[in-house]
Nanobody
Framework: QVQLQESGGGSVQSGGSLRLSCAAS????????MAWFRQAPGKEREEVATILSDRRTYYADSVQGRFTILQDNAKNTLNLQMNSLKPEDTAMYYC??????????????????????WGQGTQVTVSS
């Protein structure tokens, strides 16, 4: 079992930056697959960014060029650097992870159906 704890959320004005962190209770595994999802009130959960153990990444079109997903093996930590924030980025942000072998598509499919381990979320609010 792996516990994930998100931190770094808060309130920021449009154009500002935040850095989210997700601390895992132990090393996920050599086939780690880790992602950030978000869910705004009244909307479905959305995949934001995903990183695989081979460093391949996925970004949603809405955040491409503004957000960067970073994984620190030594610290069992996943980060999300969010720049040029917009009001539409307002949501609860969740960290998800598992040890999956099979490529980025397999990783994303697995986490999208809420497989693996999930944190409790951290709130991000962007005001205009």
């Amino acid at each position: 079992q792996v516990q994930l704890q998100e931190s770094g959320g808060g309130s920021v004005q449009s154009g500002g930056s935040l850095r989210l962190s997700c601390a895992a209770s132990r090393y996920i595994g050599s086939g780690y697959c880790m992602a950030w999802f978000r869910q705004a009130p009244g909307k479905e959960r959305e995949e934001v960014a995903t990183i695989l153990s081979d460093r391949r990444t996925y970004y949603a079109d809405s955040v491409q060029g503004r957000f960067t997903i970073l994984q620190d093996n030594a610290k069992n930590t996943l980060n999300l650097q969010m720049n040029s924030l917009k009001p539409e980025d307002t949501a609860m942000y969740y960290c998800a992870a598992d040890n999956i072998y099979g490529g980025l598509s397999t990783c994303r499919s697995h986490l999208r159906i809420q497989g693996g381990f999930w944190g409790q979320g951290t709130q991000v609010t962007v005001s205009s």
